[in-house]
């Protein structure tokens, strides 16, 4: 056996060792508040991303299925060369409609954009200016460029002032501070009204990936910074069709036409991987049509979030405050959060267990996440399961 092997395989045993070897359960039905597994069927789901329910929307479904017909299954090009069909471009105008931006350009995943991103619009001279509590993807895309780099602590607002104040001292070309728009771990969402004071103080432009923000928060659901009503204060968004916006696949960057005319010039996840596939392009612009012109799905996934949220504290357990359908079920014991996902398991409900590296040592939690499409019945059965588990833990 050549050498690799034997540490590949030897970290693979490492990870086990340490119990952090990740297995994943095949779901057997299409992704829904009530999903069947190989090994479990009728689950109440409350780990998907699916907060609108419309990842197996017959609406939507019908759209790709005429997508694929009317525009084909591929593109077989990057945007540049031959892969760009009205379609395409419908959809970046709906986008940048919807999100009230200048301009759109769409990637294969919201990884890409971050990926594609502070490269291009960034360099040395520049510096970056970061939550601690960012996603992968923002992490990983900052390291592909060689702008000075300043961390705050998740949603310090005074840690960001003086990290502006560093980079201001440093004589930092162009200033910028990137944040998630929603934290996934906690459902807190970021303080951009703050942000963008002390962007303007400070001549810095604001980025924020809202992936669990946009189709989630917001009047008319248009993310974070509709909530916090500041969307034309943030130059750059990024963002997922992966989540509530349809649950397929593709992302998206949208804001100001300088920086999205730099992307389609120069971003190399856009001008290196292939065009959106027209199925879910189709898709999304079906999904577009249905936040915009069906209220129930808003009315309803905060009514679900604030049930299930208070039904959770009523039974004396502990959650993270807030109004996200994010939401973490505090049990701060690595042993307890694990067991509970497991026993909820026996009781119908998948929810799972976070413990450290992803969240802080002491701070394990069950976190469930709650969907315009669960019915009430799903709900209190989740809640029941939470009530008795919480018995017998106690016992
Ligand atoms: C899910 C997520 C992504 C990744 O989105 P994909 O389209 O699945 O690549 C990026 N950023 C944030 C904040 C996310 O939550």
Request: aromatic letters at 8%; charged letters at 25%.
């Amino acid at each position: 056996m050549k050498t690799a092997y034997n540490h590949w395989m030897q970290t693979a045993e490492d990870i086990r060792a340490s119990g952090l070897w990740k297995t994943e359960r095949v779901i057997t039905t299409p992704q829904s508040p009530l999903i069947d597994t190989d090994k479990q069927p009728g689950l109440i789901n409350m780990c998907a991303n699916n907060y609108l329910g419309l990842a197996d929307h017959p609406e939507v479904k019908a759209a790709a299925k005429a997508g694929i017909d009317r525009w084909g299954y591929g593109l077989s090009s990057v945007r540049f060369i031959c892969g760009t069909q009205e379609l395409h471009k419908e959809l970046e105008a709906k986008l940048s409609e919807f999100l009230q931006t200048d301009d759109t350009i769409l990637y294969s995943s919201c990884y890409d954009a971050n990926g594609g991103l502070f490269e291009t619009i960034l360099s040395a001279e520049d510096a970056i200016i970061s939550d601690e509590l960012n996603h992968a993807s923002i992490i990983d895309g900052v390291r592909l460029c060689k702008t000075a780099r300043f961390r705050y602590k998740n949603n310090n607002m005074a840690e960001l002032e003086k990290c502006l104040q560093e980079a201001q001292a440093q004589n930092a070309r162009i200033k910028a501070i990137v944040t998630d728009g929603v934290f996934s771990m906690d459902g807190t969402i970021a303080n951009l009204p703050v942000i963008c004071d002390l962007a303007e103080r400070y001549d810095a432009i604001v980025i924020v990936d809202d992936s669990h923000g946009v189709g989630v928060i917001g009047a008319g659901l248009r993310g974070t910074a509709e909530y916090h009503d500041c969307i034309n204060r943030v130059d750059v968004f990024t963002g997922t069709l992966g989540k509530a916006l349809g649950g397929s696949s593709g992302g998206y960057t949208s804001g100001r036409k300088a920086i999205i005319d730099l992307l389609r010039q120069k971003s190399r996840t856009y001008l290196f991987s292939n065009t959106l596939s027209p199925i879910i392009a189709s898709g999304s612009l079906k999904v577009l049509e249905l936040i915009t012109h069906s209220p129930e799905l808003k009315i309803r996934l905060d009514e679900n979030t604030a049930y299930f949220r208070n039904g959770i504290k009523s039974i004396g357990l502990e959650i993270k405050e807030g109004v996200h359908p994010i939401v973490p079920v505090m049990c701060y014991d690595e042993r307890k959060a694990a067991l509970m996902a497991e026993k909820l398991l026996v009781y119908g409900v998948y929810a799972v267990g976070f413990f450290f590296p992803v969240v802080p040592k002491g701070q394990a939690r069950v976190r469930c996440q709650v969907s315009a499409a669960h019915t009430r019945a799903q709900l209190d059965t989740a809640i029941a399961a939470f009530a008795k588990i919480n018995e017998e833990m106690a016992e």
